[in-house]
């Protein structure tokens, strides 16, 4: 039994709607993905824009909820439940959605206020000087404004409340994103001695490869709301078995590693209208014509390795027409 | 070509920007050299002046914005900061055409990319200019179905093809500098890809020079011939592409390096500095590397570091380089 698990969860939007409002096409951001994460394991989510692995993000924490499928977080259905106690969400700009007039303490001890907590205020302020150390930051700052902080600092407060709900599981959605990189290096440092000292478990959202293989001990491959890959973080970047996945791997421009073959051809199609087959077919260097037709089922390519492709690595046997990303 | 000298000089550059608090230092003595048909990337954090380089090569910054204090900017032989507006016209689109980093506010939201590109031909050969030759240039950025792409406006377009529009624009009046100032930073991976192969594409046919800035030393290895490493207003380091990431020299790029996670590496801490990096008007006295510097010595508080060649075309601003411990 995992601390979380994701079941075949399916978020779709209505789009384009016609002369009485009613949708004539759905956005399917999210469409049949299974993923569960262990007490203490960090699992890597990796995607280009639109690929709606924030839109998972949100699903899992309740801020949405699913067209279809299930979310069960310590064994509870919490499907658009949103501030379930122990699941917390932060994100590239976290402290962008609070008041800009709260204090650093006001912003921190926020998750105690909204589940009716009360304590005296020297506890409290010790509390919030607590949580403050444990993310870098001097108790000095719990007085200053979202404003006075840089972009890292920001990001660490941001860290800092959600810590005092004391997570079991936290979303990281593009968390280093938007940081210079040697601030970036200081908060990835900061959320893996977090993760260390308190055995919480993370899903850590990311368009960065390598910043995802560095934190994630699994990951997961996302493309046009499927998952198309899974297994150890370490195992995928270096040998990865979708042909999208390695085309990402490539693609990554790291100093001193030489250029991967030719860039990927064209970009994503729209989630309002994905291709028939696999999804990716249409990009694809080593599409066949059944790539076109039949959508690959989602199997075990080799022990803890999960793939959703025809083609790549050891052959398909029983090729069924059923949905990428379900098992 | 005529001249002889560089493209592009930077010689001793200072630029002060008006603020409502005074004049306010952001770039403090450049030096920097651009060779017809080579190609330089500037790298450095937020705030490091990289961007403001860029801008002052034709000048962009208004009278009113900013104003050199000392030495000056000379392109195609040109003092732009001496120059008049004609002339300055005259440089800026024939001479040095600009990509920015949103190619969404490059670009007029109500005209077709088609006539932005017609414009852009005109603009510096006001008579000959085609259609056909419109839909050349499209085709030669790698638009798919370029007749059709010209008839449509930006927003319907992608990001990644939104970007390849904006260099198509500022190519068309073969500029002899390309100024592409984070052209890839809102892309994603594999269309950052795209569109760096494309710009290697174009340098090796066009023969033009680019100025690139970037914030990814991956990306600057990738593409350019040199790379100079801005910190705090100051070149702190310059050298060739090929070498110098892979034995850099000044401390600051040497943490820069060892703060990016790389696939593959051992997990583990990664190298991060301490702090982040100053804002203009609190740059530290001194080198301004040395609060956060893991080497620095009781006379880098002090002392400015002056500029230390120590390798055909490869030099920075640390006296104590790199020592018996090259990263």
């Given at each position: ?68 499928g ?197 970009e ?8 028939p087959?696999c ?40 090729v ?8 | ?22 004049p ?70 024939a ?7 949103e190619?969404?506010?490059a ?32 085709a ?7 007749e ?6 930006p ?20 500029p ?18 795209q ?81 982040g ?51």
């Amino acid at each position: 039994m995992s601390l979380l698990e994701v079941h075949d969860v399916r978020m779709h939007y209505p789009a384009s709607p016609d002369a009485w409002g009613r949708p004539r096409a759905w956005l399917r951001a999210v469409d049949g993905v299974s993923l569960s994460i262990a007490e203490g394991e960090v699992v890597g989510l990796v995607g280009e824009s639109g690929c709606g692995k924030s839109t998972l993000g949100r699903v899992i924490t309740g801020l949405e909820r699913p067209t279809a499928g299930t979310v069960r977080f310590g064994g509870r259905d919490v499907a658009g439940r949103a501030g379930t106690p122990g699941l917390q969400l932060v994100f590239q700009d976290s402290l962008g959605s609070m008041d800009p007039r709260w204090t650093a303490a006001e912003i921190v001890s926020e998750p105690w206020r909204a589940r009716g907590r009360r304590m005296a205020r020297g506890e409290l302020r010790r509390k919030v000087a607590g949580l403050l150390s444990d993310v870098g930051l001097e108790a000095a700052a719990m007085d200053r404004y979202p404003h006075e902080f840089s972009g890292g600092q920001r990001q660490r407060i941001g860290l800092a409340r959600a810590l005092a709900d004391e997570p079991r599981l936290l979303v990281c959605d593009e968390v280093v994103s938007a940081l210079d990189v040697s601030v970036q290096a200081q908060v990835v440092n900061l959320l893996m001695r977090l993760r260390r000292e308190r055995g919480m478990a993370m899903l850590f959202i990311s368009h960065d490869l390598a910043v995802v293989e560095h934190v994630s001990a699994r990951m997961a491959v996302m493309y046009l709301g499927r998952i198309i890959e899974e297994g150890r973080a370490r195992e995928v970047c270096a040998r990865p078995l979708h042909p999208y996945t390695a085309a990402l791997v490539s693609a990554v421009p790291e100093p001193g590693r030489a250029r991967g073959g030719p860039a990927l051809q064209g970009e994503p199609p729209s989630p309002l209208s994905p291709p028939p087959g696999c999804t990716f077919h249409l990009r694809c260097p080593i599409a066949t014509t059944r790539c076109g037709a039949v959508s690959p089922s989602w199997r075990e390519a080799s022990p803890g390795r999960w793939v959703a492709c025809h083609e790549a690595g050891p052959t398909d046997p029983g090729v069924q027409a059923s949905p990428a990303g379900t098992r | 070509m005529s001249m002889g000298g560089p493209l592009v000089e930077f010689e001793g550059f200072t630029l002060e920007l008006r603020t409502e608090q005074g004049p306010l230092r952001v770039l403090d003595g450049v030096d920097l050299r651009i060779d017809e048909g080579e190609v330089l990337a500037l790298v450095g954090e937020s705030g490091s002046g990289k961007t403001l380089c860029a801008q002052s090569v034709t000048r962009l910054l208004g009278d009113d914005r900013a104003r050199c204090t000392r030495g000056g900017v000379r392109l195609a032989g040109v003092d732009v900061f001496k120059a008049d507006e004609r002339a300055l016209r005259r440089l800026r689109g024939a001479t040095a055409g600009h990509v920015f980093q949103e190619p969404a506010a490059a670009l007029n939201p109500v005209m077709r990319v088609g006539d932005q590109v017609l414009e852009s031909l005109r603009l510096h050969r006001p008579t000959e200019a085609t259609r056909a030759e419109v839909v050349r240039w499209l085709a030669r950025v790698g638009i798919p179905a370029p007749e059709h792409r010209a008839r449509q406006y930006p927003h319907e377009l992608s990001g990644g093809l939104q970007q390849r529009v904006a260099i198509a624009i500022a190519l068309a009046p073969r500029p002899r500098l390309l100024v592409a100032d984070e052209p890839t930073t809102a892309l994603d991976v594999t269309v950052q890809a795209q569109v760096l192969e494309l710009l290697r594409e174009l340098r090796r046919e066009v023969g033009m020079a680019i100025l690139l800035v970037t914030h990814n030393l991956g990306v600057a290895e990738s593409i350019a011939d040199r790379i100079a490493v801005l910190y705090a207003g100051q070149v702190v380091e310059e050298g060739s592409a090929a070498s110098m990431l892979s034995n850099p020299s000044h401390p600051y790029t040497r943490a820069l390096v060892a703060a990016i996670p790389r696939m593959g590496h051992a997990r583990g801490e990664l190298a991060s500095v301490p702090g982040g990096v100053p804002a203009p008007g609190s740059w530290p006295g001194g080198c301004r590397f040395h609060p956060r510097c893991p080497v620095a010595r009781p006379s880098c508080a002090m002392e400015t570091p002056p500029w230390t060649a120590f390798a055909a075309g490869h030099g920075s601003r640390c006296p104590y380089p790199a020592g018996g411990d090259r990263a």
